[in-house]
């Protein structure tokens, strides 16, 4: 379609898409459907009305589809009907069948059908250049993650002290992580890293991968957010006692339940919506992976609660130690921080249609999203008391150790 029609706007007979890309594809489907009536016409012996094929056959002309029709007659079309984009016009666009063809429209489109009012260049370089900064901000966030994530990783399995089943779950939590920030640049990658191609008709093999990747990778971040809040129910259910035999319960639906989803939303989509590159988030298929994430927030807020009236009653109990008292304050601490922080402003958006707010949307979800891997590393890992008490540990040996390797060589030279 012509690049002055093609303005981001979600007309109501397009199947749900990507706002920016709806009206590109409404116009690829008009011409599909008048490039069907074109290849039935040129199957037929005679046209419906020309006789002896004398006339001029249908024909788009890149906005319109105009049927055939004999010479000397007219056909007429009113300005397409897509809502945000042209003005409610009433004017009819004429193009009359001579011996030399289709005459051309009148009045021209430009004249007839009047675009509603839009932004200058002015705000389009402003929108452009706040896209930009974004992308910047979130790079930075999910890199300064990314390494802290791997960092806090290491620490948990270098040293064996810190080898329990407390700690895998976290490391399952910050694997999470990762996964999301690297779906992320991979997304950006396949997606955006050629600006020749159009992305409202992308819908290659490799996309639809990246995106079912970042689907994945963010519900199985919720879910082990999830399994976070469950396990420090568990702790104070149990009161430290038999949680081994739930790890692999944890991993089943930190990583199980996730995949089963995306399985589902993967099927659904090339069964029923296979079209473009699976990134939109008005189409109903999207509450496949909409509704589990909802699931998992409302659900850790409930855990929130409970925890919270059971943490109450533990620590005015005289019955528990003050070593559990104090176990049960740290973990607590870093999980109820969480729970609310990473929960409660999807809550909110997800009372309002995807199109409210969008500027506050991607601000939490990327820029403040991007830093949440860095916060999670911070609480469980770095600012960990028995953490810092192995690290000072090793640290305490291995400075021992290398005194006494000194003083030995100088002890060796001495006598030598």
Same mark, same amino acid.
């Given at each position: ?36 009536? %074109? ?71 430009? =004249? ?39 960092? #806090? ?24 992580? %990762?996964?999301?920030? #690297? ?28 995106? #079912? ?75 496949? %992976? ?48 969480? %729970? ?19 500027? #506050? ?22 600012? =960990? ?19 006494? =390797? ?11």
């Amino acid at each position: 379609c012509p690049a002055s029609y093609c303005l981001p706007s979600p007309p109501s007979k397009v199947r749900a898409t990507h706002p920016d890309c709806s009206v590109v594809l409404y116009f690829q489907e008009q011409e599909a459907e008048c490039l069907e009536i %074109i290849r039935s016409e040129s199957q037929t012996p005679a046209l419906p009305g020309l006789p002896g094929q004398q006339g001029c056959l249908t024909e788009w002309d890149g906005v319109s589809c105009w049927s055939a029709a004999p010479v000397g007659q007219s056909r007429a079309v009113t300005c397409p009907d897509i809502l945000h984009v042209f003005k409610k016009s009433k004017a009819l666009i004429q193009r009359n069948c001579t011996e030399l063809g289709w005459s051309f429209p009148s009045p021209p489109y430009y =004249n007839a059908c009047e675009l509603e009012a839009i932004g200058s260049n002015n705000d389009t370089e402003a929108k452009a250049s706040y896209f930009v900064t974004m992308k910047v901000l979130y790079t930075c966030g999910y890199s300064t993650s990314l390494a802290a994530l791997f960092l #806090a990783i290491g620490i948990f399995s270098c040293f064996r002290k810190l080898h329990c089943t407390r700690n895998s779950i976290h490391i399952h939590f910050f694997t999470s992580f %990762i996964l999301r920030g #690297a779906a992320v640049f991979i997304k950006d990658a396949v997606l955006f890293s050629d600006e020749s191609i159009n992305h409202c008709t992308m819908s290659t093999v490799n996309c639809k991968a990246a995106i #079912a990747f970042f689907q994945y990778s963010v519900l199985a971040n919720f879910y082990w957010l999830l399994v976070e809040g469950m396990y420090l129910q568990t702790l104070l259910l149990l009161t430290f006692t038999s949680d081994k035999r739930y790890i692999w319960w944890y991993i089943l639906i930190g990583w199980g339940v996730p995949m089963l989803t995306v399985c589902v939303w993967v099927v659904t989509r090339l069964q029923y919506d296979n079209h473009g590159c699976w990134d939109d988030y008005t189409s109903l298929y999207w509450w496949v %992976i909409k509704a589990p994430i909802l699931l998992a927030i409302f659900v850790n807020f409930l855990i929130f609660l409970n925890v919270t009236r059971m943490l109450a009653q533990k620590i005015r109990s005289p019955d528990i130690s003050k070593n559990y008292k104090q176990q049960y304050m740290r973990l607590t601490k870093s999980t109820l921080l969480l %729970i609310p922080l990473f929960g409660v402003h999807y809550v909110v958006f997800a009372l309002f249609p995807e199109h409210i707010g969008v500027d #506050a949307r991607l601000y939490f979800e990327l820029v403040l999203g991007s830093y949440q891997g860095f916060l999670v590393a911070l609480l469980y890992c770095f600012l =960990n008391g028995e953490v810092q008490a192995e690290i000072k540990r090793n640290w305490g040996k291995w400075q021992s150790s290398m005194e006494s =390797n000194v003083f030995n060589l100088a002890t060796q030279d001495f006598t030598a």
